[in-house]
Every structure is written in C-alpha cells, then in structure tokens.
C-alpha cells in the first residue's frame, strides 16, 4: 500500500455548551491514500462534519477542544496556526460544503469567489485568473462559462451552484477533496450528475477524496473505501465491497436496510431503525448503538474496540463472527452494490 | 431603472401632497387664535383686522386658502405672517448651516458607528465589546438637548474650549473656524446615532459570521481580515445603509431641531422650532415639505444604492 497522504489519528472533538459537553467526536483514527475515495457515512449528529472540519480548523472556536493528530505532509492539523492553515485550506486541502444554495456569498459574482482563492495562494495575472476561472467553469460542465462568471449566485440552479463550488474546490488542485454532503440538497437527478461529475474528477487528477454523506446509496459506485459512523465513534470501517457484502456491525446492517431498492417487493415498507441517535452531551456508557440495537447483551456496556479483523476491515461489536452471520438479517449477497440510479434521499 | 425613477417622482408629488395638506389642516384645527388678531397686534380696531383677512385670503374657503397657499410655496414667494419676510429666503439661509450640521454628524456617526460595531462583534463576549455595549445604552439613552447643553456649557462656556454655539461660515472665518465652531453640534448630534448604529451593526455581523458563505471564504485560504471585511462586513453594511439615508434625510430636512437650537446654528431646524413657537404657518408648511422631499428623495437615493450593493434586489418590481 502507498504511503498514506492524511492519517488522522485518536480524533476526539469535544464542545462545550451551557447544557455541558458535547463528545461530538469520539476517538476517530482513519487514513487516506493519495488518489482514494473514502466515505465517511452515517446519520446527523454522528460526526462525520465535524471530523471532516476539524482537518481545515473551520469548527475552531473558544467552545471547541481537539485532541489527537491529523497529519498531512507532516503539517499536524489539528496544532497548526491559523496562518499555517491558511496555507493549506483551499490549496492543498479543499472542501465543497453541503448547502450550495447557501454557501457562495449573495453579492459577489460566481468568477470573482473563484478568483479569491486562487490569488490566495498563486500569484498571477487578472487574465491568467479569468482565464484559469473559465476553463474550471468549464470542467465541471457549467455553459457559456467566460459569461456565468460574471453571473451572481442567485441566477444559478442548485446543481449549478453545486458545480461552481466544486469548481472552486478544485480551483488550486488540491491533494485532498472534502466534500461534505456534497448532494444531500439536490435533486436525485442532479445528485447523479453531481456525483459522476466528481467520479470524472477524480480519474482525471488523482486527487484524493473524503466524501462525508448520510446516504450509503451515494458511495457504493464511487467509494473505495468506507467508514461508518454513529454517536461520534467509527463502528465499522472496510472497503466498499466488504461493508456492502460483509457488514459486521448491526447498525451498517441496518443503514444497509434502509436503501430503496429496485429488486425490493413492491409495497413493503422500507425498514427504518427504530430509534434516535444518541444524545453526545451525556452519551450512553458502552456501545453507542445498544439501545437501538436488537441484539444487545450485557457485555455491551462496555465499549467495544475497534477490532480489526484483517486486511483493514474493522468494526466495533462484541459479537464474535460467527453469531454475526446468524444474526445478520442482510445477507451477504442479497443487497447488490446501489447504482446511482436508486439513490434516494433517506 | 427608468420607470423606477418615474415611479418614485410619483410618489414623492404624493407624499408631499398628503403632508402639506395635513400640516395645513392641522393648524385650521388646533386653537392657535385667528393669525389675523395676532398680525394687527394689540391696539388693532375690527376695520382694521378684516383688512388683513381681506389681503392675507384668510376668508376664503379652506381649499381656496391651500391652493393660494402652495401656490406661494412652489413659486417662493410665501410670506411669514409673524415678521412678513419671504419664507423661502429664510430657508435659504438657514440650509446651508443645516447640511454642514447634517453632513458632518453623519460621516462622524456612521464611521465611529461601523468601527465601533465591527470591533465589538469581534470581540463579542469580551470585556471591551462589554464596555461598548454599556457605552451605547448611555448614547441612546441621553436626550440631545441635554448633552448639548452638557456639552455648550462645560466645554463651551465654563472651560472656554470651544465656541459656545454660533456658526461661522467659511467665506467668513475660513475653515478651521468653521470645523471649531460644529464640533460640539456633530459630536452631540452624532452621539446618538452612534450608539444605535453600532449595535445594530454588531448583531448583523454576528449573524452574517456563521453564514455558510463565511465557512467557504474561510475554507479558501484567505485571511481573517479578508473574511472578516469582503464577506462579513459587505453583507453585514447593507441593512445599516438604509437607516443611514433616512436618517441623513431627516437631519438634513429640518429635523435636527434640538441640536440647531441648542447650539444657536440658526438653520432649517431652528427655523422651524422657532415658528412653531409663533404658530407661524407658512414657514412651518413649507419646512414640513421640503422635509417630506428630503427622506423621500433620500429613500430613493438608499434604494437605488441597496440594488447596487445588492445584486438580488431589483429595482421597479
């Protein structure tokens, strides 16, 4: 295996609030290869945005604590100086957010939010700029792009918008792409196209991805590599064929239930877990997941480790492997890798 | 742009229609006495005061008199009746004073205003954002008359440090002199606005500051002041350019009346105060008018600046 470009070790992420604290993150190791895909998956509240803001400090704040590492290209993240940061966001670290319909500034026009970042970090001509901002434009499919630039964000669709941050993410190459929900607000169809546009991207620069979504549906075609989160803590953690072929923990087996499918019988209800999250300002002791789960027992209130099972596939259960395969109610083989075009808002 | 223009001109003719008719009933009813008795003074005989309703128009019908009256206003020929001088002539005087007043208080206001609101939302929560807090409750809560006259005894009189009231124009005293002398009359003037912009501008920025825009700026690289002053205070600014331009209209338009008569600047303001305290109608009418095209054509001028600032706002729908 390459040498890893991000390793994000021990990641706790503690706010405080007047209720008191909030473990929002909860002991989180993952590590991303140059040119990887890896999901971070999981419900609101798990972590998973929180995890994901932590490597460019935008969650930093007096409220905020963070302990642990984030190593990228030997700069520690999570200690670095908001200068040295800087440096890094947007350049060599980028992140397309959730809400694109929010997230571009109201009154500036759409060529000049790209321009920004890109003369934060490279020094070159208005020209070289406008020039470099149609041709990204371009790339993620935005028409008649030297004349969108000028266009203000309130006369592009969500889809559009959508492509303008992407193109802004990819505006200085960046090693890394943190896209953070990146279709959650969209349409299904623009979902599709958001995320082969992002799947296209990748073949053609190599950049690695940490794709943050609620919604299995959405990795299985793009993901290399998965890690499922639930009440700050990663449960199960594998490549994409094994979390969708062989999950081990019952929360993934449940989120795995929970897709539409094509192949399900017609007017069955789709099966939810029964239950809310945890409440992360006075989590549960032991297993997260145990008041939801179907198969607790006693030992699980103690915290399960995150056991590697070989070749990286890890999952946090008390249950050995072989009461998980009598228990699984997802069968190895039933659940077929979602195709994007059974995606559907959870 | 165009029809918006045309629209507005509309409404302006309106609103000043509507304000001067009712500033002109408003002294038909209110029990001032008959302007005649007061115009032939004391020792006046009846001959003598039906003359004056004969020549003043005062015996014919209401809508007679308004007629007669605006007709005076738009052509600039109204008379006082306490003193018989042109009205228009007097506002004249009076005008330039009232915008050096106007003008002056409201750089003096919207900068100290913006930087004080803009360095208190930084360090919201903080002990100086504390001190400021406490500093513009005391500015909103002080009446302009008492500070002025705080201000015009202490500093004027009984330290000697400025002038005690009284303008100077430029082509009189030259510029310095003209500075010295509206110092204190900004500085009260300004007093209050200050602390009101400030606060205003304070809770904006802190709602703008946890905009998903401001991540995404943050998220590019760019510096914290960058943030701060092309994303943050750009879209914080908007709704406070609003309040500036009427404001402004107001002061400019004879509102500033404490403020002119406190400090003795004999402009549209005091003018005004001082023919209210005559019942003198036509100077009042005619102040309340050009008061009424002052904030409307300063509406306008804000909303015309709110569409440029703006790109979603458009202007004539």
Same mark, same amino acid.
């Given at each position: ?27 989180? %190791? ?46 520690? &993240? ?7 940061? *800087? ?18 500034? $109201? ?43 000028? %266009? ?10 959508? *492509? ?101 019988? +017609?007017?069955? *209800? ?6 809310? $999250? ?69 | ?18 304000? %001067? ?16 008795? *007061? ?27 308004? =007629? ?9 020929? &109204? ?16 005008? $330039? ?34 001190? !400021?807090?406490? &500093? ?13 006259? !705080? ?42 606005? =200050?602390?009101?912009? %400030? ?90 008018? !050009? ?6 054509? !300063? ?5 015309? =600046?709110?569409? &440029?600032?703006?790109? +979603?706002? +458009?202007?004539?729908?």
């Amino acid at each position: 295996m390459t040498e890893p470009i991000l390793v994000i070790d021990h990641l706790k992420v503690d706010f405080q609030t007047d209720e008191g604290t909030v473990h929002a993150v909860d002991d989180v %190791s993952l590590s991303l290869a140059p040119g990887e895909v890896l999901a971070i998956v999981g419900e609101s509240g798990s972590g998973k945005s929180v995890t994901a803001m932590s490597l460019l400090g935008l969650n930093r704040g007096p409220n905020a604590r963070f302990t642990g590492t984030a190593m990228y290209k030997g700069t520690e &993240l999570l200690s670095a100086s908001n200068d040295d940061l *800087r440096k890094i966001r947007g350049a060599e670290i980028a992140m397309i957010f959730q809400d694109p319909m929010t997230s571009l500034n $109201p009154v500036q026009r759409i060529g000049d939010q790209i321009a920004e970042q890109i003369l934060a970090h490279e020094k070159l001509s208005k020209a070289q700029v406008r020039d470099r901002v149609v041709e990204l434009m371009e790339r993620v499919g935005i028409p008649r792009a030297a004349e969108r630039a000028r %266009s203000y964000p309130h006369e592009f669709s969500g889809g559009m918008r959508q *492509r303008v941050m992407i193109a802004l993410a990819l505006s200085c190459s960046p090693n890394v792409l943190i896209a953070d929900e990146p279709t959650t607000a969209l349409d299904v169809t623009i979902q599709a196209q958001i995320l082969e546009r992002i799947k296209d991207l990748k073949e053609e620069t190599g950049t690695a991805i940490i794709l943050v979504t609620h919604d299995l549906g959405v990795v299985a075609d793009i993901a290399d590599r998965i890690a499922v989160m639930y009440g700050g803590r990663i449960v199960e953690q594998g490549t994409v064929d094994e979390i969708f072929y062989d999950p081990q923990h019952p929360y993934t087996w449940g989120l795995l239930g929970s897709i539409t499918r094509v192949d399900r019988p +017609r007017g069955e *209800r789709l099966p939810s877990i029964a239950g809310l $999250p945890p409440s992360l300002l006075d989590p549960p002791a032991g297993c997260h997941f145990r008041a939801r789960c179907p198969h607790e027992f006693p030992k699980c209130l103690e915290v399960p480790p995150l056991e590697d099972r070989g070749c990286g596939h890890a999952d946090r259960c008390w249950l050995t492997v072989e009461e998980k395969r009598a228990k699984r109610e997802v069968r190895p083989g039933e659940i077929g890798l979602a195709n994007k075009e059974e995606v559907a808002p959870v | 742009m165009g029809r918006f223009i045309v629209r507005r001109i509309i409404g302006m003719i309106l609103v000043m229609f509507a304000v %001067s008719i009712l500033t002109f009933l408003i002294f038909q009813v209110i029990p001032n006495g008959d302007p005649a008795v *007061r115009m032939a003074g004391k020792n006046s005989t009846p001959t003598q005061i039906a003359a004056i309703r004969d020549t003043w128009h005062f015996n014919d019908p209401i809508y007679e008199q308004y =007629v007669y009256t605006m007709k005076q206003v738009f052509t600039g020929s &109204l008379i006082s009746y306490s003193d018989q001088t042109n009205v228009w002539q007097e506002i004249k005087k009076g005008l $330039p004073r009232t915008f050096a007043l106007g003008i002056g208080a409201a750089i003096i206001w919207m900068v100290l205003g913006v930087s004080l609101g803009l360095y208190s939302a930084v360090r919201s929560g903080g002990f100086s954002d504390r001190l !400021l807090t406490v &500093l513009a409750l005391i500015g909103v809560s002080m009446p302009v008359f008492w500070v002025g006259a !705080l201000m015009s005894y202490y500093l004027g009189y009984k330290f000697g440090w400025f002038p005690n009231g009284g303008y100077t124009e430029i082509a009189q005293g030259g510029f310095g002199q003209w500075i010295y002398h509206l110092i204190l009359p900004w500085t009260a003037l300004a007093i209050l606005f =200050v602390g009101v912009y %400030s606060r205003i501008l304070r809770s904006n920025i802190l709602d703008t500051i946890n905009d998903d825009y401001v991540r995404t700026a943050r998220a590019k690289g760019i510096s914290e002041r960058q943030v701060l002053i092309r994303h943050v205070l750009r879209n914080s600014l908007i709704p406070i350019i609003t309040l500036w331009g009427l404001d402004f209209g107001l002061v400019i338009g004879g509102g500033a009346v404490l403020t002119e008569s406190v400090f003795n600047l004999q402009g549209v303001g005091q003018y005004f105060a001082e023919a209210i305290g005559r019942l003198d109608v036509p100077p009042v009418l005619e102040v309340t008018i !050009l008061g009424a095209f002052f904030i409307v054509l !300063l509406n306008t001028v804000v909303d015309i =600046v709110y569409a &440029l600032l703006d790109p +979603r706002i +458009r202007l004539g729908s």
